[in-house]
Each structure stands twice: as C-alpha cells, then as structure tokens.
C-alpha cells in the first residue's frame, strides 16, 4: 500500500516542485481560507490516485455530476482560495471546493494533479492539463425561456459558453440575485433587487436562474417571490392612511402582513408597523404619508401579468380622471383594483404616473409606448390577465357597470353589491326586530326595503339569518356578516359636489361605501346633505346652509340627499329649498 502523504509534509517530495511551479501560475491572486476544518480534511488524501480514505470527502466520488467540466486546457485565474491541494481526479478536487463555504468555482490540473479552489467569477482562459468546473452542475432550479435582461445590472456582462458558468460568477458577487444566460450570444447578464419587475415569459435562447446553486437551496421562484415583496413595498416609514378593513393585529413580519392581506377578499394593501409589529389590512385607494417605522405595500407584488411598452390612450370614454403621482406599478394596480370602474391601468416609467382605463379601453391601444407598462385591475396570481381583458372588452362582456351610477371604492364591480360591506362586516346598530332566516343576501335586501323603518341591513352568510337595522351603520368585523344599505340606487348622487366646508352633524367619520353616508344623513336628525370624499373614505353630514359651500369639480368628491335615490328625492330641489 502506498504511504499516505500528508499535506504538511510534502515539501522535499519531487511532487512539491511540480505543486509550487503551478501553485505560482494560479497565485497571482491567493485568499487565506478560515475553515478550521479544511486541512484536516485532505490529510488523508493520496497523490497517485488512490480514492481518499472513508473520512474524506470523496465518498460521494462515484456519483457526482461533472457534465459542466470544461475538459480540454481551460483554466481560471480568479483567485485562488489558500494553497493547492493534491487530488487524484476532478470530482475529488469537486468534492473539495463544495466542503467549502468560499468555493464557487475549481480548476484540476491533470499533469500536476493538483486541485486549485476558486473564488469570485470564473475568469477563464486556456493552459495545458487545466479542467475548471462551477461548485455545482445541478441546473433544476433553471428556468428556461425565462429573462430578467431589461432589469438594470449589478455586474458588467461576461461571455460563457453555458449557464452554470454566469451561477458560478454571480454567487461570488451578493449584489447579484439571479443571472440570465443568451444562448446565441453566449453571454450572461446579472441582475440585483428588483429584477422581477423586469420579467419577461417565452423568450427563446434564454436561461434565468438563482444566484444560489441549487443542490444548495436555490429556487429561482422563491427568490423572485422575495425580489418582489421588497420590490413594491414601501420600506423607507411610508404608511397609509385609507381606512383599515378591521383592528390592526400583532404580526411576526411584513411578509405575515402581506400573506394576511392576501388571504382577506377587500384587502387592497396593506400597512406594517416594524416597530410595534402590528398589521393593518386596508381596503380601497393607498393615500401615501410618512410615518416611522411604517412599510406599506399592495395585496400582491406578482407582475408577471403587466405588458410593457403596451398603453392605451386618453379618451372621452374610457378615461377616469386624472392620472396619479406613483413610484411603481405595483401601486398602479392596487388603486385600479379600488375602482370598480377600472378595466386596466396605464403606468409611466419616465413620468412615474397611473392612468385608468374603463370601458372601451381597447379601441384606443397603442403598442410599441416606450415606458408604459398596463396591467388589469386583477392581481396576476389571483388571475389578472390582459389577454381576457381586451377579448371581453372587445366582445362587450364585461360586467356593464353605469359610470353615472357605480362609485369608486365600492365593495365590488357588480352592480347589486355596490351597496354592500361583502368581507365580514356586520353592524351593531338596533335590530327592527328578531332576525329571520333568509335564503341569500338578495332576500334580506328586499325584505330591508320593504320595512319601512329598515335603514340597512346585515346577512350572515353562515347562519343563514336576517337581520333588519335602524340608524346609523356601526361597522364591526365578524364572521360571515354581509351588511348593506336600503337601496344601492345612486342615481341622486352628484360626483365632483362637494360641500365639506358646511356646518355638519358629529365629526366626519370613515366608511368604504357613499351609500352608509346616505344611510347615516337619514338618521341623523338635522342632517339633509351629505358628501363622502373617496380618496380619504371619510363622510361629512351636513345641515341647512350646506349649498352654500357647494364647489364643484372636487375630484373624488360625491354628495346626495339624506333620503333614498328611489324614494324621488332630488340633490338639485334640496339645493333650491336650501338657499
């Protein structure tokens, strides 16, 4: 048997001259390991061959992948990591670079027989005897037909020959999250925070994957999911003011919050409080203000469903009012999601602007927008798709919703529910009398408009019960609870009034729905007028004198009468009666 040769000990050996000649071609460059246990591990080891002994890494020998070798006098000049080590073979010298933390890369040379570990990007070139391979060629976690390449780069391209190359180059820099490899070309580009934005689907010649190898861990749809909580969340003490769907909870972090959010049907974003740890869910438009330790972000950061460089004009139409000041697009959507008249948004890269689009948006497509990027008013991972949005606008499907009639910030696009608190909010005020069973929500909406006291009313969707309300809605959260108005006729209501500045009833408090204000004017003594403020989702009662303070063109501002729209009351004739 061969005498086991250990590595202190090799200086006066015939093998150190070739070991040191080599050892200086490869050490322009050399880094000191900390592994306490690097050297015990080879010691061991023998040069002629041998397989190491059981207590060495090379057990796993026989199996390991070595499909990615470049085989034929390549070497690597990145630097070396400590000294060269003697191997008997490749996969030895493998086995070596993944016992170690520091490795992404190794180059065995054949005629010294020695195992060179590398660290940073692979810096290839061509040298007699040199085979250089990536820490891994395991490439299951790859996704084919996959390109991050319009997301800004963290590292300048490289030229390589396959993908497990551009890994091995962006796990030794950690401002790269993710490559993407150009078949034809023979390039990698690598990619930081923030590369999911730029996600591209069927792109041919193109493989994108994690800067993690993947018999590591890494997982390219786990890191992209990652990338895009912190790439559309507000990190920076940024809250939101829009109301909160119930009490704000104790959650363990901002991904909790959002995996809350997600899970609740209203919930449009949401606010965490990274100081007292506390989740707010919130429903309609995000209203954006500082506040420490506040991190704000929509129910979903998924955009794999948005078209870039796709817009859709302005026109008489389709357009719904003014565009918005938005950082990203993200935010785009979740404020089309609030408006039951939206179809789709139109987001600004250069203006950082949001545009909606109603009904009809198709007719005024322009492909080929530089900067625009459009998505549907449906989060993708909840099925947003603007191919189903253009084929049903184009075949006059969708939803008819009355641009004169529904309300921004409504419960939902159906014009039945526009009325209605449809996420577990009951009320508190008096029942008229003992609740009843009903069949649905429709039977109780009738039964509450034939009762003439019946103000509105609430449905538990569980128990199947009726319950008939007088008053002023006092919303609460509670399992099953649907709550609505009287009627969900809006037609007496008059968008863009606002009379805000007049002598009110109480203080202005905050709802999701126009109608509970018309709800609460009527049963409020003294109040005739009201006016509900969307963006804000705050109501102000109002008593006589009111029409004086009447300004028009308020954006977001809708008012009425304190009686029902079906029960003929008119905003106008209250107005005369008024002054």
């Known amino acids: 048997m061969r005498a086991l040769l250990l590595v202190p000990v ?9 070991w040191f000649a080599v050892a200086r071609r490869h050490g322009g460059q050399q880094l000191r390991l900390g592994v306490p246990e690097f050297r015990p591990l080879f010691a061991q080891m023998t040069i002629g061959g041998d397989e190491p002994s059981t207590t060495a890494a090379g057990s796993e020998d026989a199996n390991y992948d070595l499909s990615c070798l470049h085989s034929s006098n390549v070497g690597s000049k990145a630097a070396t990591i400590g000294d060269p080590l003697p191997t008997g073979s490749a996969k030895q010298c493998a086995l070596v670079c993944r016992e170690v933390t520091e490795c992404n890369h190794f180059t065995y040379n ?55 190359d551009c890994q091995a180059a962006c796990a030794a820099d950690p401002r790269c999250k993710t490559f993407t490899f150009s078949e034809p070309d023979k390039t990698c580009s690598f990619k930081g925070r923030g590369f999911s934005a730029h996600k591209q689907m069927k792109v041919a010649g193109v493989t994108s ?19 895009q909580l912190y790439g559309c969340v507000h990190t920076e ?40 740890g506390m989740c707010h869910l919130k429903a309609g438009k995000m209203q954006l203000y500082p506040y420490a330790g506040d991190r704000t972000g ?42 039951p008249l939206c179809k789709v948004f139109v987001w600004d890269y250069f203006e950082k602007t949001c545009a909606f689009r109603g009904k009809g948006f198709l007719k005024h497509k ?19 798709n603007m191919h189903q949005r253009e084929e049903a606008d184009a075949a006059n499907t969708d939803d008819p919703v009355d641009a004169a009639r529904a309300l921004p910030n409504a419960a939902d696009h159906h014009q039945d529910l526009l009325c209605v608190h449809t996420g577990n909010i009951g009320s508190k005020a008096g029942d008229i009398e003992s609740p009843q069973p009903a069949n649905d929500l429709t039977e109780c909406m009738a039964r509450c408009k034939a009762t003439k006291k019946c103000s509105h009313y609430t449905f538990n969707t569980n128990s199947k019960y009726c319950h008939m309300k007088s008053g002023k809605p006092k919303l609460y959260e509670y399992p099953g609870d649907l709550t609505g108005s009287k009627t969900c006729d809006t037609s007496c209501f008059r968008r863009g009034v606002d009379y805000s500045t007049a002598p009110g009833v109480g ?24 006016t509900w403020h969307a963006p804000t989702s705050r109501c102000y009662l109002l008593t006589a004198g009111f029409s004086k303070h009447r300004r028009d063109g308020v954006e977001g501002a809708i008012s ?7 029960d003929s009351e008119n905003l106008q004739v209250l107005e005369e009666e008024d002054a």
């Open 237 to 276: 003490d940024v809250g939101s003011e829009a109301p909160n769907l119930s009490d704000p909870k104790p959650a363990t972090s901002m991904e909790a919050c959002m995996k809350r959010c997600r899970s609740e049907g209203k919930c449009t974003h949401f606010t965490f409080n990274v100081t007292a």
């Open 366 to 384: 322009k492909p080929h927008a530089v900067g625009a990027i459009s998505g549907p008013r449906e989060f993708c991972d909840f099925g947003g």
């Open 298 to 339: 929509p129910k979903s950061c998924d955009t794999s469903c948005f078209w870039r460089e796709v817009a859709y004009a302005k026109n008489q139409l389709s357009d719904l009012g003014s565009a918005y000041q938005i950082l990203q697009p993200t935010d785009c959507q979740a404020l089309c999601a609030a408006n």
């Open 560 to 566: 009425g009468p304190y009686t029902f729209c079906d």
């Open 507 to 530: 203080k202005p408090w905050f709802t999701t729905l126009a109608t509970d204000c018309q709800v609460a004017c009527g049963a409020e003594d003294g109040c005739v007028a009201f």
């Open 110 to 164: 054949t005629q010294a027989k020695m195992c060179y570990l590398k660290s940073g990007k692979p810096d290839l070139y061509s040298y007699p005897g040199d085979m250089t391979a990536p820490r891994s060629c395991d490439t299951t976690c790859f996704e084919k037909g996959v390109s991050y390449d319009k997301a800004p780069d963290v590292m300048n391209p490289i030229s390589a020959s396959q993908a497990v």
């Open 10 to 18: 090799i200086a006066c050996s015939q093998q150190s001259s070739i």
């Open 209 to 227: 994957g994690p800067a993690q190898f993947c018999d590591s861990g890494g997982d390219l749809r786990l890191q992209e999911q990652a990338d």
